[in-house]
């Protein structure tokens, strides 16, 4: 396992659902939002961890990764230059895409500039 992951030994991921709050990126004015079952990852029996790990390559970067796009449907547009994002359809969990224009409607989220 990553050192850099955060992670619980003698834990199913399943198990630890209830008591984690949704994930909430805000990225370019739009909040992304990732309930527990959307950013734990299971491995093997006894180890359940969140790998999204701070960017050791440029400081200050933050490193999304498979948990975020395994909950996104992602469309890159070389041309424009633009990454587009709209909610997976082949998932169980609810994650969502929210619009927000005010930061300050968005309290305990992460803002990626």
Not at 34 to 39: D, F, N, R, V
Not at 46 to 51: E, F, L, V, Y
Not at 91 to 105: D, F, L, T, Y
């Amino acid at each position: 396992m990553d050192k850099h992951y955060c992670y619980k030994l003698n834990t199913k991921c399943e198990d630890l659902h209830k008591d984690l709050k949704v994930l909430k990126l805000a990225l370019d004015g739009t909040l992304y939002e990732i309930p527990p079952a959307g950013y734990l990852v299971q491995y093997g029996p006894t180890a359940c961890a969140a790998p999204v790990s701070v960017g050791d390559i440029v400081p200050g970067t933050i490193v999304l990764g498979a948990p975020f796009l395994r909950n996104f449907y992602s469309v890159m547009d070389y041309e424009h230059y633009t990454i587009s994002f709209a909610v997976s359809a082949t998932i169980p969990w609810k994650p969502r895409i929210v619009s927000h224009s005010a930061e300050q409607e968005v309290e305990e989220s992460f803002w990626l500039q």
